[in-house]
């Protein structure tokens, strides 16, 4: 079955401590996503990666780190969590672009104490 | 301007009607269109794609894009209650090369 798998589903942590939030997709997709979602402000673009290597930042990549050292991982890094980071994630993948539909993870709720 | 605005809602039908969800764009959203459904808690789950002007009907779901007055809608006819959920209108940034989303209008339709 095609599909972007996220993990953890849920967390509940502490500030400063390192976390990582990761996503896998089996579609062979090159591009790969994570947002945020928060009341009232919809979905944001944390980063995104075009290809093995290749990131970019998208509109609020304060605070996190990614990584992409294989087509089918994009990892997210909290490397010192503030409670301003409790969100619900999702990681998202397309074949080549922000221009194609985008298949989503199920999330990952972040809840920074 | 926000470059995609929605009505938050919520947009009430009853059961059988058609829905009617209205996006409306900035110019710097410019091309690939979307229609996100998502379920509370759940993730988003693609539910029309429209990359040029006019329509687009997908079974019960009808897209309709329309590049000189910067809007794009979505028609659900025969309304069911389990087409009550939040739907998302997203568009392509070509400058910033990033896909923006709306905030979401929450459709409930009542039995």
């Known amino acids: 079955e095609a599909q972007v798998t996220q993990n953890p589903r849920y967390l509940i942590t502490v500030t400063g401590k390192k976390l990582t939030v990761t996503c896998s997709q089996n579609?062979?997709?090159?591009?790969m996503s994570w947002y945020r979602q928060d009341p009232g402000l919809g979905l944001r673009q944390i980063y995104y990666s075009m290809n093995v290597e290749v990131t970019d930042k998208g509109d609020v990549p304060e605070g996190y780190k990614v990584s992409r050292k294989e087509k089918r991982n994009f990892p997210l890094i909290l490397e010192s969590p503030s409670p301003n980071q409790t969100s619900l994630y999702f990681c998202?993948?397309?074949?080549?672009?922000?221009?194609?539909?985008?298949?989503f993870g199920d999330g990952t709720r972040l809840s920074i104490l | 301007q926000k470059e995609v605005e929605q009505n938050s809602g919520p947009l009430s039908v009853p059961e059988g009607a058609i829905a009617s969800l209205n996006c409306t764009y900035s110019?710097?959203?410019?091309?690939?269109f979307f229609w996100y459904r998502q379920y509370s808690g759940k993730s988003p789950e693609l539910i029309m794609s429209i990359y040029s002007n006019g329509d687009k009907e997908d079974g019960r779901f009808t897209a309709q894009l329309n590049k000189a007055s910067q809007y794009v809608s979505l028609l659900i006819r025969d309304s069911q209650p389990s087409d009550s959920a939040t739907y998302l209108c997203a568009g392509g940034d070509t400058g910033f090369q990033k896909l923006v989303f709306g905030t979401g209008t929450r459709l409930l339709v009542s039995p």
């Open positions: 998202a993948s397309s074949w080549t672009g922000f221009d194609q539909p985008q298949h």
């Open positions: 579609m062979n997709h090159e591009y």
């Open positions: 110019d710097r959203v410019s091309q690939s």
